[in-house]
């Protein structure tokens, strides 16, 4: 699965936010330097579906906010809107 994300990276807090435009945002409190919102942001997704951040891998984005990150064997699948977000952008596998 490919998802397709939209990081504000420094934020005052981590959270998940809404899916806009097919893009999940993540608020990430790590700096955008030496990949550490990159790190955080593979963390969190692993988290949130359920698997080892090995299995969250970064496709395309490294030095952008916006990023896809493929999901391998998620056990966990977020709720339905973001799903139905994922699919009409063309983030499903």
Do not use: H
């Amino acid at each position: 699965m490919i998802i397709n994300i939209r990081v504000q990276a420094r934020s005052s807090r981590l959270a998940v936010g809404n899916v806009k435009n097919g893009r999940l945002r993540l608020r990430l409190t790590a700096p955008p330097v030496d990949g550490k919102a990159n790190q955080q942001a593979i963390k969190l997704l692993a988290r949130l579906f359920a698997v080892a951040p090995s299995q969250v891998e970064l496709v395309r984005g490294k030095a952008s906010r916006d990023k896809s990150f493929r999901i391998i064997n998620a056990t966990r699948i977020p709720p339905n809107a973001f799903i139905d977000a994922c699919n009409s952008s063309g983030g499903n596998t």
